[in-house]
């Protein structure tokens, strides 16, 4: 005679939640799968977009003049940047896009946003020399730009200040400054004496390692600068000044950078 198999409600229940279980297990797997192929895709064309864009700015770099410095800081180097692209280490989609799109951006709006003239003066000492106080601006479109450095960080600090505002204090004095003109010929000595560069005359008399930094630009972005004999003209201006006030120039060179 045959048993008959007897399976009771509760069996059923557990065998449903089982399979129910694994059936969402399962499904959970491919909306994982799903999202991940999604991003990779994401991060493909984010990645195709940052490498055209990217190759873009590299062209539009390669449009900007010739960097001219004159200093006494013999080891430094310029070179041009886009003015809104900032440092992005991170891995993340996010991290990613924000670099491409700000990349792209650059390349749209690249008139209105323009680029930064870094020096590299070493010792993760980089600076923006192109912007500060521009002095007769408007006087023409061209400019020379103008930096002083305490690169030893020597200079006498009031210790009462120091201890009131130990952040303001804590890094070593920069100056950056320009002037506008419109031809080489309309600046002298006398219009390049301003107050940053007397103060930068003084410092370099009285202070150990104090550092003069003066660029000038064949172009940027498009808009003409001055040329290598113009530039040497304004040397021959700032060395008239800084022999007035008894400045040691023995040190000072030109040096020319491209990009």
């Known amino acids: 005679m045959n048993k008959k198999t007897v399976i009771s409600g509760t069996s ?4 449903v939640l089982a399979l129910g279980r694994i059936f969402i297990s399962s499904e959970k797997d491919k909306i994982k799968e799903e999202d991940k192929k999604l991003f990779d895709g994401i991060r493909t064309r984010i990645k195709e977009s940052k490498v055209k ?15 001219f410095i004159y200093s006494n800081d013999r080891s430094v180097q310029a070179g041009w940047v886009p003015n809104n692209l900032g440092s992005y280490s991170g891995g993340s989609v996010r991290n990613v896009m924000t670099d491409a799109l700000d990349a792209e951006k650059f390349v749209k709006k690249k008139d209105s946003l323009g680029f930064l003239l870094l020096l590299n003066c070493g010792e993760k000492n980089v600076f923006i020399i192109n912007e500060g106080i521009l002095f007769d601006k408007e006087k023409g479109s061209k400019a020379l730009w103008f930096m002083g450095f305490d690169k030893e960080n020597r200079l006498p600090k009031d210790s009462a200040k120091v201890k009131s505002n130990p952040e303001l204090y804590k890094d070593a004095f920069v100056s950056t400054w320009g002037i506008g003109f419109h031809q080489i010929k309309d600046l002298s000595p006398a219009k390049l004496s301003n107050l940053p560069m007397v103060v930068s005359s003084t410092y370099l008399k009285e202070v150990k390692g104090y550092k003069f930094y003066m660029a000038g630009y064949e172009k940027d972005n498009n808009k003409p600068g001055i040329d290598s004999l113009a530039f040497v003209k304004s040397v021959d201006m700032v060395n008239t000044l800084f022999k007035k006030e ?3 120039i023995k040190q000072f060179k030109i040096s020319s950078f491209k990009r």
Do not use: Y
Not at 12 to 15: D, F, M, S, V
Not at 53 to 67: E, P, V
């Open 12 to 15: 059923i229940l557990l065998i």
């Open 53 to 67: 864009s990217t190759a873009s700015i590299d062209s539009l770099l390669k449009l900007q003049g010739r960097i």
């Open 246 to 248: 008894g400045v040691d």
